[in-house]
């Protein structure tokens, strides 16, 4: 990975498992911490600091120089951690993240001067409390469930890699390209990940489980008929704009592990003008879409499948690696 430092934060069904792993990587070739701090004193550096770091309330971090590697616990499900990855392979990252029990992984802005134009992009929160989101994102498994659906994964302003098992690359620029250059590449990326220049936001934090039976979705005006075989919510909607997609986004990523009524996706009925306009995000969200046909309705997405349309610079990364190899 041609990239001056990596610093990502990734959040962990299992913090300390995730931690542990991280530690021994960071650490191979007989490294060991210079420092571990819990914010205001040294943290004693015993074989079990991981362990004691996420009872407290505050972060821990344990940090090197020469080289230069970080790690930092939370008290919540979060993990950072820092290296100077040049000349470290994709390849061999993806290995060690296979390894690594995680939902989702965000790769922070690779700011290390003063003058990056990094440092005056708007920020773009990803995971919770987990700072935002730079040139990448990784999801696996679980993970997934916070995009709508995993077409985006294809069919965005990005370039989609597929890891070992279940584990997705979702890469935002060109790292080899210019400061600038990256900036103005993962532009359209971070606006989706973040509803920045007044779009939608299309990912949300992991949730856990509701634990206990909330508000049916029609307090949103959503659609308030609950198909428990199918594991969705339909009924009419006028229109779709953006406050009412980003409502639908966030009830199906909230309450898909819901045990009262758990959501895999909405059936929507629309008008057809409503329908056509909006068809293909409601598709990439995967919603059913359904129309008025004679006494009854019928269901048009399930023939829509648009091939993908890369930007440039996609192109561009692809093919030079292609000549390559």
């Not at 696996?140 to 070992?164: A, D, F, K, N």
């Not at 006028?238 to 980003?246: A, E, G, N, R, V």
């Not at 966030?250 to 009925?269: I, N, R």
Request: aromatic share 12%; hydrophobic share 40%; glycine share 8%.
């Amino acid at each position: 990975m041609h990239l001056d430092l990596f610093f990502g934060t990734l959040h962990s069904s299992d913090p300390v498992a995730a931690a542990k792993r991280l530690e021994r990587f960071l650490l191979q070739g007989g490294l060991e911490w210079q420092r571990i701090r819990d914010g205001v004193k040294d943290f004693p550096q015993t074989p079990d600091w991981i362990e004691r770091s996420v009872e407290l309330p505050h972060g821990v971090m344990a940090f090197r120089e020469n080289p230069e590697r970080r790690l930092h616990t939370y008290h919540h499900p979060l993990v950072d951690f820092s290296w100077y990855p040049d000349g470290y392979s994709l390849d061999a990252f993806f290995d060690l993240l296979s390894e690594v029990p995680f939902d989702v992984l965000q790769a922070h802005a690779p700011v290390r001067s003063m003058d990056s134009p990094w440092r005056e992009v708007p920020r773009v929160g990803g995971i919770d409390y987990g700072g935002d989101i730079g040139w990448a994102l990784f999801f696996q498994g679980g993970g997934h469930h916070c995009l709508p659906s995993r077409r985006w994964l294809t069919h965005g302003p990005w370039l989609h890699r597929q890891g070992p098992g279940d584990i997705s690359m979702i890469q935002l620029c060109d790292w080899e390209a210019a400061p600038e250059v990256q900036v103005a590449q993962a532009h359209a990326g971070r606006s989706l990940f973040g509803g920045l220049d007044g779009a939608y936001s299309i990912f949300r934090s992991p949730r856990p489980a509701p634990t206990q039976q909330g508000e049916r979705p029609r307090r949103w005006s959503l659609p308030g008929e609950y198909d428990a075989a199918q594991r969705l919510w339909r009924g009419p909607l006028p229109t779709i704009d953006k406050l009412t997609l980003s409502r639908l986004i966030s009830w199906k990523a909230e309450h898909h592990h819901d045990p009262w009524e758990p959501v895999d996706t909405f059936a929507l009925e629309l008008q057809p003008d409503v329908a056509q306009a909006h068809l293909h995000v409601l598709w990439l969200c995967g919603f059913q879409v359904w129309v008025p046909e004679g006494a009854g309705w019928v269901r048009i997405d399930t023939d829509y499948d648009p091939e993908p349309d890369p930007p440039v610079w996609v192109r561009e990364v692809l093919g030079r690696e292609a000549a390559r190899r």
